[in-house]
């Protein structure tokens, strides 16, 4: 009778124990992927920026929800404000990006009529997005990044910043990768 009970026991507990679940993930690993294709042009009206949208998260893997992006900048005055930590980025505006919906609708608008929709990807056009900062101060220099948020407000990364002294067309325009300097 104990062998049986142990036994019966010792089942249970194996059973239990053998699910193929993992630890949970925090919601970064789910937030988009940072701008990869970021460029930056300047014109009299004020400083644009161009990019595509990333379909992955931080894990390699499809993304599965997107909002848009937070523009952030920050003003430069003096010499070190780029990593003072106490000169902070401020928001000038979001970019809703329904790249995922669109791809969503589309794949199960092919199950509908009996296609396979898992390889269906957005079209390229709902991927591409823009923005002009208009308020820029001629002869200032500014600091700017972008970052993706998915549904949840969970940020992705940044992978570049955009240094920008403003002379209109003029203006001194660099990139810095985020490994090589944090203006954060």
Not at 42 to 68: C, I, N, P, Y
Request: aromatic share 8%; proline share 4%.
């Amino acid at each position: 009778m104990k062998l049986r009970a142990f036994a019966l026991c010792f089942l249970v507990a194996l059973s239990a124990g053998c699910g193929r679940y993992k630890p949970p993930l925090p919601p970064e690993k789910f937030a988009p992927k940072a701008v990869e294709s970021l460029t930056v042009t300047a014109t009299e009206a004020g400083v644009v920026f161009a990019w595509a949208a990333s379909d992955e998260d931080q894990r390699g893997k499809e993304l599965k929800s997107m909002e848009g992006f937070s523009i952030r900048r920050k003003l430069i005055a003096r010499k070190g404000d780029e990593t003072d930590p106490r000169v902070r980025f401020e928001t000038i505006g979001f970019v809703r990006d329904s790249h995922v919906k669109i791809r969503d609708d589309l794949r199960a608008q092919a199950r509908k009529e009996g296609k396979i929709g898992r390889s269906i990807e957005s079209p390229d056009e709902s991927m591409k997005f823009s923005f002009v900062d208009s308020t820029v101060k001629r002869d200032a220099t500014y600091v700017y990044q972008i970052i993706p948020q998915n549904q949840g407000g969970t940020e992705g990364g940044v992978k570049q910043f955009a240094r920008v002294t403003f002379r209109g067309a003029a203006s001194d325009i660099a990139m810095v990768d985020s490994a090589d300097n944090s203006f954060s």
